[in-house]
Nanobody, 123 residues
């Protein structure tokens, strides 16, 4: 089992920044690829960004490319999502997820999930 706890969400004005963090415990964190997903009310859960187990490969959804950055610290068992130039359409619950293989792009590919953290961007 891998336990994931997100933090760092909140309310921010458009154009602002937030940094989300996800702390992992349980099995060896460095064995897992990690992903950030988001889900807005009435919409599907979509991938925001993903990073492989050693941090050498990343993926970003089209809507966040150039604005968000995913990173991980395997010594601290954490993965972060730096979000810049936030837009109202970034408003959603953001989830951290782990999978015991390479990069994954669909929620169904992930084995473990955090409880989510709310991000609200006001216009």
């Amino acid at each position: 089992q891998v336990q994931l706890v997100e933090s760092g969400g909140g309310l921010v004005q458009a154009g602002g920044s937030l940094r989300l963090s996800c702390a992992a415990s349980g099995r060896t964190f460095s064995n897992y690829a990690m992903g950030w997903f988001r889900q807005a009310p009435g919409k599907e859960r979509d991938i925001v960004a993903a990073i492989n187990s050693n941090g050498g490969s990343t993926y970003y959804g089209d809507s966040v490319k150039g604005r968000f950055t995913i990173s991980r610290d395997n010594a601290k068992n954490t993965v972060a999502l730096q979000m810049n130039s936030l837009k109202p359409e970034d408003t959603a619950v953001y989830y951290c997820a782990a999978r015991a293989q390479g990069l994954g792009f669909d929620p169904s590919e992930y084995d473990y999930w955090g409880q989510g953290t709310q991000v609200t961007v006001s216009s």
